[in-house]
């Protein structure tokens, strides 16, 4: 009899070692599949927009794919991005949707999302009543604000006025105004 249990637990444990294996594959199938998914989901369509140009004198955390917004909708996205090696500025090439058309004297902004969020290009429509046309150049722009920037100038601010405010410590003399440690009874 003893032998005939160690069988039954010997089909049992194979049948349970099978049940884990197909479970295994099957969570690694829908990983993988998930992940097709999120990377393709990434991948921008070619914007069916007319392409416009900018140039900024920074532009930390913009990258190719980027959005672009108009009062925070998304109307295009970056498609390139160089540095242009007279002037040393970063030269950015987006497109925009083609039913938004933009004022000549328009500006571009590059922001962020979230104190840790991505970049992406902030358009801001002019006054002009002269249209950019497509390959046009925005002349109006403000480059990336750099949140490390930012905190260096502040700790480095306060900790200058700290140092201004506060007097250099000096030790006690013997004739200072400080009570002595122990005092005598009078006579």
């Given at each position: 009899?003893?032998?005939?249990?160690?069988?039954?637990?010997?089909?049992?444990?194979?049948?349970?070692?099978?049940l884990?294996?197909?479970?295994?594959?099957?969570?690694?199938?829908?990983?993988?599949?998930?992940i097709?998914?999120?990377?393709?989901?990434r991948?921008h369509?070619?914007?069916?927009?007319?392409?416009?140009?900018a140039?900024?004198?920074?532009?930390?955390g913009?990258?190719?794919?980027?959005?672009?917004?108009?009062?925070?909708?998304?109307?295009?996205?970056?498609?390139?991005?160089?540095?242009?090696?007279?002037n040393?500025?970063?030269?950015?090439?987006?497109?925009?949707?083609?039913?938004?058309?933009?004022p000549?004297?328009?500006?571009?902004?590059?922001?962020?999302?979230?104190?840790?969020?991505?970049?992406?290009i902030?358009?801001?429509?002019?006054?002009?009543?002269?249209m950019?046309k497509a390959?046009?150049?925005?002349?109006?722009?403000q480059?990336?604000?750099s949140?490390?920037?930012l905190?260096?100038?502040?700790?480095?601010?306060?900790?200058?006025?700290?140092?201004?405010?506060?007097?250099?410590?000096?030790?006690?003399?013997a004739?200072?105004?400080?009570?002595?440690?122990?005092v005598?009874?009078g006579?």
């Amino acid at each position: 009899m003893a032998l005939g249990s160690a069988g039954d637990m010997s089909i049992r444990r194979t049948g349970r070692d099978r049940l884990e294996l197909v479970v295994g594959l099957v969570a690694v199938a829908i990983l993988a599949v998930l992940i097709v998914i999120a990377f393709i989901g990434r991948q921008h369509p070619q914007d069916q927009g007319y392409p416009l140009h900018a140039a900024f004198s920074h532009i930390d955390g913009l990258g190719v794919g980027s959005d672009v917004r108009l009062a925070g909708v998304t109307v295009g996205h970056v498609r390139h991005l160089q540095v242009d090696p007279h002037n040393f500025q970063a030269d950015v090439t987006f497109t925009v949707a083609p039913n938004i058309q933009l004022p000549a004297d328009s500006g571009a902004i590059i922001t962020s999302d979230s104190l840790l969020g991505g970049k992406y290009i902030a358009l801001t429509p002019g006054g002009e009543t002269s249209m950019l046309k497509a390959d046009g150049v925005i002349g109006e722009t403000q480059g990336a604000i750099s949140l490390e920037q930012l905190l260096s100038k502040f700790i480095f601010s306060v900790t200058d006025s700290l140092q201004k405010k506060t007097p250099p410590s000096a030790a006690p003399s013997a004739g200072s105004d400080a009570a002595p440690a122990h005092v005598a009874p009078g006579p």
